[in-house]
């Protein structure tokens, strides 16, 4: 089991970093898309490459962060039932969802979106648009997110069987760890709300002349 637990920290791992720089491509995508808009309304020209490589981006950016949604437990969840139940039903519920439902999932689509990205790579197709880019770019980011989304649910699937065996922690916990930046802005907000809550105090209990 320990082996498993180590190989699932090296995905946990991996989709950390994916996830970690993941958010540079909205960054992209929003540069570019202004870029678009200034250059349209400057110079009245623009090409339809610039509006496909912003969806290309966007394509990327959500596919392959899909797994590190997953390490974060921010996926959706249907809580009504689920959170009235033991510990131990809800980790069961789990290993069936990771185990029969989202690798079939992953796996299917990993076998039928392959084939398309290779046959896209070797043909070169391109969009059908004026000045539009090749096809296979966007495309590959559909098996390279599965792929970490499949990683991603073996290891919660490890973590799971791990915490029923005694030899993991808790795995439904919602992860608090936070970047220094994230801590950075956190401690600002409340250091903020704290200030506005004692100047609004101040005035209320300021004796009246």
């Known amino acids: ?41 400057v110079f009245n020209t623009s090409s339809n490459a610039f509006l496909e490589v912003q969806w290309y981006l966007f394509a990327w950016s959500f596919l392959i ?71 296979w770019p966007v495309w590959a980011a559909l098996p390279i997110g599965f792929v970490l989304l499949l990683l991603q649910g073996w290891s919660e699937l490890i973590k799971r069987i791990a915490f029923l065996r005694g030899e993991g922690p808790d795995p439904m916990g919602r992860v608090t760890d936070k970047t220094a930046e994230a801590e950075l802005i956190e401690a600002l907000r409340l250091q903020t709300e704290a200030a506005a809550a004692t100047a609004t105090t101040g005035t209320a209990t300021k004796p009246q002349h």
């Open 1 to 41: 089991m320990q082996g498993l637990l180590k190989l699932s920290k090296a995905i946990d791992w991996l989709n950390a970093q994916v996830g970690k720089y993941a958010i540079w491509l909205i960054l992209a995508a929003t540069v570019i898309s202004g870029i678009n808009a200034i250059v349209r309304k």
């Open 65 to 135: 962060a899909a797994g590190f949604t997953l390490l974060q437990r921010e996926h959706v969840r249907i809580d009504v039932l689920n959170s009235r139940l033991s510990k131990r039903k809800q980790v069961w519920i789990d290993i069936i969802g990771f185990a029969f439902f989202l690798t079939p999932l992953c796996v299917t689509v990993l076998y039928l979106s392959t084939p398309v990205v290779i046959q896209m790579y070797q043909s070169g197709e391109t969009s059908g648009n004026s000045g539009g880019l090749i096809r």
